[in-house]
C-alpha cells in the first residue's frame, strides 16, 4: 500500500456521484470534493510516475492529467463533464504514451498510441506486413493477458489482399495494449505502474520502431 491507495476508490466515489449529478450547479458545489479526491493525488501520482519513467529509460516523459470538463462544441450530448479519471505520461520523440484511467466502472492502465501519426500509416503498414517484432511483441502482452484495442478500419487497405495475415494490424489506425488495475494493484499504484510499464517496454520500443 502507498499514498496513493485512497486515489481509485476516491475517483469512483466522485465520478459516480457526478455521473448521477452531471450539471455545473453540482459540480460547482462538490469542486472541493473534487480537488481533494482526485486532481491532488492525481497530479502528485502523475509527477512521481513521470520522474520514475525518466529515470527507468533515460528520456524526457511528460506527463499530462485530462480535463474534467469537456469539450461539448461538436457533441449531441452537452453534459458538461467527463466521469473518468484519465492521465498519460509521453516519452519525448516518439508518438507513444503510458496511461492510466479510473471510473466507477473501470481501472485500468496502457501503453501504446491511440491515433498513429498519419505520415506514420505507410511505414507502420508497409512493416507489419513484412512481419516486424512489433507483432510478435504485442501478441506477448495479449498472451499475458492483456486486452489489444480493436482496428479502426473495416478492411484491409490497399494494395494488400483481404486475407493478408497481418490483416488486423493492416486495418490499424492506432494501437493499444490494456491491462486490467485490480485491488490489489490499486493499493499500490508507484509499484504497480511502473512495474507493467515495465512489462510492456519490449512492446512499447518496437512499436516506437515501426512507426518512426
Not at 496513493?4 to 457526478?18: E, I
Not at 484519465?86 to 516518439?94: E, I, K, S
Amino acid at each position: 500500500m502507498d499514498s496513493f491507495h485512497d486515489l481509485v476508490p476516491g475517483s469512483r466515489d466522485f465520478f459516480a456521484r457526478l455521473a448521477a449529478n452531471n450539471d455545473r450547479e453540482w459540480f460547482a458545489a462538490h469542486k472541493a470534493d473534487y480537488e481533494a479526491a482526485v486532481k491532488r493525488p492525481a497530479d502528485l501520482l502523475l509527477d512521481d510516475i513521470a520522474q520514475r519513467l525518466a529515470r527507468d529509460m533515460g528520456q524526457t516523459v511528460t506527463p499530462k492529467l485530462y480535463r474534467v470538463h469537456r469539450d461539448v462544441r461538436f457533441s449531441k450530448d452537452k453534459t458538461p463533464y467527463n466521469t473518468h479519471l484519465h492521465m498519460q505520461w509521453t516519452v519525448q520523440g516518439a508518438p507513444i504514451s503510458f496511461m492510466f484511467g479510473a471510473s466507477a466502472s473501470y481501472c485500468k492502465l496502457g501503453v501504446g498510441s491511440m491515433a498513429f501519426p498519419k505520415d506514420a500509416l505507410p511505414g507502420w503498414r508497409e512493416r507489419v506486413a513484412g512481419g516486424h517484432p512489433v507483432v510478435a511483441q504485442a501478441a506477448a502482452l495479449e498472451a499475458a493477458g492483456w486486452d489489444m484495442s480493436d482496428p479502426a478500419l473495416k478492411r484491409v487497405p490497399t494494395p494488400f489482399p483481404p486475407d493478408h495475415p497481418q490483416g488486423a494490424h493492416l486495418r490499424r489506425k492506432g494501437l493499444v495494449l490494456w491491462h486490467e488495475v485490480d485491488a490489489g494493484e490499486q493499493a499500490s499504484l508507484t509499484t504497480t505502474l511502473p512495474a507493467r510499464f515495465a512489462e510492456a517496454t519490449g512492446f512499447q520500443r518496437a512499436l516506437s520502431d515501426a512507426l518512426a
